[in-house]
């Protein structure tokens, strides 16, 4: 059974992108919710990786429905030195920027699709994914002076981190199919609106909707009956608290976000962690 920060000191990392909903600055919080030991991790909602990284458990299943983003942790895990060789060749310059975000790069290798969205997430606007119904990467260029584009000790750090990980592209309940007991599953989905009456058909549309929403709360009443240890994020919403209402203990603590396409969706809101 391996215990917190299974890594030393000298192992220590952090997420190698920036996402929307990251949870760095939650960690003491979700650190208090955490089994003292554990058998293996499991995290279907991958996105930045914050509480893997944190953690870096001899053993994990990490999974997102988003292909490229599983070949970018694929590429650094399996190639880091070719996506350091290409970072380091990148520059900061929209008319790169542009090129690239134009490129096929689902035809490429895990350590290009790996360099070109690390490139696009370091100096595109706020660090933001997204993708047009054709599944274009659509993000403009950022207004940063001089962004770290290539980190190459926390690259290093984080491939050695995701050595012994099993990476999926599926979605939350086959990745957690296979957890047992003593293991231990964080799941954090695509957050509920806070204001349903505005946002949440638009929200649905999207594939990650009410439905989804009562799927996972099932998937995690039927982890704790096969004696896994769950951990769950979302929004403060009354849906939210509707559906954790029975079985779960839920507590609400202080999030501030720094990604969002919106200067009103950043700064401090409320979260709830559900266990």
Partial sequence: MQLLSAGGADDACKPFLKWAGGKRQLMPQLKRYIPEGFNEYFEPFLGGGALFF????QKAVLADVNQRLIRTYKGVRDSVDEVIRRLKEYPHDPAFFYRLRQADIDAGTDAE???WFIYLNRTGFNGLYRVNRVNRFNVPFGRYTNPTICDEPNLRACSRALANTDLLVTDFENATAKAKVEDFVYLDPPYVPLSTTSSFTSYTSGGFGAPEHERLRDVARDLKKRQVSVLLS?????????????GFQVREVAATRLVNSKVSGRGAIAELLIT
Avoid at 54 to 57: A, F, I
């Fill in 54 to 57: 944190e953690l870096r458990p």
């Fill in 113 to 115: 699709v790996a360099a």
């Fill in 234 to 246: 979302n929004s403060s919403s009354p849906f939210v608290r509707s559906l954790y209402s029975e």
